[in-house]
């Protein structure tokens, strides 16, 4: 058995190589992308031989794609399901940055967005997988603006998930913050679509 099957100071499989593996994606993935990360670089960062990890995923496909299955599993429910806010105050949190985000944080392209680019193959399991997350985040704002009360919620939804994801590649093109400017574009869009009477802050709603 060569050192690489062994793994790292002679690590073997153990309960927690699967979570090493998943972590190691997530930094490799993101710092660098798919195409340029290869198993072995992966199994170097994550401590674990490369037998250890074809134990867990039947190849590289399949450990992008349950990457990016765990990257948001309830599609932004820190945005979606707060009570605090009103939906017009949810779709605009939808464009602001975690409060304990970092500029790592920032400047990264999704990586949804990153793995349809990079992955050519409409039918690889991890396209599949970003054309569902993305249905769902339009879908899920689309909701929301039909509990603000917008007159066509699934066109402002589609509007808003276009201008989200615009705004995340123009962020990584000009490694800059280009949220804030999508954030008042989305307020003119959900005031547009919005009647008149519709609650549109949290007073507003406590005062009714």
């Known amino acids: 058995?060569?050192?690489?099957?062994?793994?790292?100071?002679?690590?073997?499989?153990?309960?927690?190589?699967?979570?090493?593996?998943?972590?190691?994606?997530?930094?490799?993935?993101?710092?660098?992308?798919?195409n340029q990360t290869g198993m072995d670089q992966l199994c170097?960062?994550?401590e674990v031989s490369k037998r250890t990890a074809y134990q867990h995923f039947t190849g590289k496909d399949e450990l992008v794609a349950e990457y990016l299955r765990r990257f948001d599993p309830d599609v932004m429910s820190g945005v979606f399901d707060r009570t605090d806010?009103?939906?017009r105050e949810r779709l605009l949190a939808a464009f602001e940055a975690p409060a304990n985000a970092t500029e790592d944080?920032?400047?990264?392209?999704?990586?949804?967005?990153?793995?349809?680019?990079?992955?050519?193959?409409?039918?690889?399991?991890?396209?599949?997988?970003?054309?569902?997350?993305?249905?769902?985040?339009?879908?899920?704002l689309a909701e929301?603006?039909?509990?603000?009360?917008a007159t066509n919620p699934d066109q402002l939804g589609e509007q808003l998930a276009l201008l989200l994801d615009g705004a995340s590649a123009r962020n990584r093109a000009l490694n800059a913050e280009?949220?804030?400017?999508?954030?008042?574009?989305?307020?003119?869009?959900?005031?547009?679509?919005?009647?008149?009477?519709?609650?549109?802050t949290a007073a507003s709603r406590s005062s009714t």
């Open 85 to 87: 806010l009103t939906p």
């Open 105 to 140: 944080d920032i400047t990264p392209l999704c990586p949804f967005i990153g793995a349809a680019v990079e992955i050519h193959d409409p039918d690889h399991p991890a396209r599949q997988r970003a054309h569902d997350y993305k249905k769902a985040v339009a879908a899920r």
């Open 44 to 46: 170097a960062l994550a």
């Open 178 to 200: 280009t949220f804030p400017t999508a954030a008042a574009i989305a307020a003119v869009l959900i005031d547009n679509a919005l009647p008149a009477t519709a609650p549109r």
């Open 1 to 34: 058995m060569t050192e690489l099957e062994k793994g790292p100071q002679g690590r073997r499989r153990g309960r927690g190589a699967r979570e090493r593996i998943l972590s190691a994606s997530q930094q490799l993935f993101r710092e660098q992308g798919i």
């Open 144 to 149: 929301t603006a039909r509990e603000a009360g």
